[in-house]
């Protein structure tokens, strides 16, 4: 049986056989006063959603479907910290728990061999007294074997990387347990620790790269990420475009 020591993530836990997302479970919970840390676990997702209004496939018992409930001492502009906060520690947790070699393509997607094999969405409710919490959700394909359509081209699981079947209570407590020792730096008012470390996994970084956003597209060198998670990139005129969303591919 795993042993895991945390302090306040998973104090309580509100588990699911099924359920539409554990995203919109967590954001109702946590309206209702859920305290920090709180977790809301499924085995499967009937609505499981990405970023940018995407589906996330979710079936029954391969994966990690989770939500944490957070209510954090940062300002609202600092939640994307928390995004990458997560990223470190799934990475992490993926390259020491089942040796798999994993890198972090911005802002959040967990990639092996260019598939991404798990992804972070979260959510956050502020005011003008700040943040009232934010929810921060994971998807980790664990054991799937395979993905319909498309999907195909550009998703994986552990499962498949690794050509065995990987103990989902085992990835679950090593991303606990890295996302709380990661929290505890953001929250200490050391973020920093935690960009060095993203900097480490990071696949963009020195990279040519395309970012796609709602209404631009850039190309240019990935140069770098800010405090704020922004990806600092260099375009064809040398002029250093700052880019707060969009999907970013690598170039040849
Ligand atoms: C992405 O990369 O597009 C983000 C995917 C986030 C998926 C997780 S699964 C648990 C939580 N509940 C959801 O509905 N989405 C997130």
């Avoid at 959603?49 to 409930?69: D, E, H, L, N, Y």
């Avoid at 470390?197 to 990420?225: T, Y």
Wanted: charged content about 25%.
């Amino acid at each position: 049986m795993a042993q895991i020591n945390l302090t306040f993530l998973g104090r309580r836990i509100y588990y699911y056989p099924t359920t539409g997302s554990t995203n919109e479970e967590a954001k109702k919970i946590a309206g209702e006063g859920a305290l920090h840390g709180s977790l809301v676990i499924a085995e499967e997702q009937t609505g499981g959603k990405g970023r940018m209004g995407r589906v996330w496939i979710s079936p029954p018992r391969v994966g990690i479907w989770m939500s944490i409930i957070l209510r954090p001492g940062i300002q609202p502009y600092e939640a994307p910290r928390i995004t990458m906060t997560g990223a470190v520690a799934a990475a992490k947790a993926i390259r020491e728990r089942t040796g798999v070699t994993c890198h972090i393509k911005w802002p959040n997607d967990i990639l092996v061999e260019g598939r991404k094999v798990a992804g972070i969405l979260t959510e956050m409710s502020a005011d003008m007294d700040g943040i009232n919490y934010v929810v921060m959700g994971i998807g980790i394909n664990v054991n799937n074997e395979d993905f319909p359509g498309e999907l195909k081209e550009i998703a994986t699981s552990l499962k498949l990387a690794r050509g065995e079947a990987v103990d989902r209570l085992d990835i679950l407590t090593g991303f606990l347990s890295r996302f709380e020792d990661c929290y505890n730096y953001l929250e200490a008012g050391e973020f920093k620790k935690i960009l060095e470390e993203w900097r480490l996994l990071s696949c963009n970084l020195g990279r040519r790269v395309r970012v796609v956003g709602k209404n631009f597209a850039v190309e240019g060198i990935a140069l770098d990420v800010d405090d704020d998670g922004a990806l600092l990139v260099k375009s064809e005129s040398g002029q250093v475009e700052r880019i707060l969303s969009g999907d970013v591919s690598l170039k040849a």
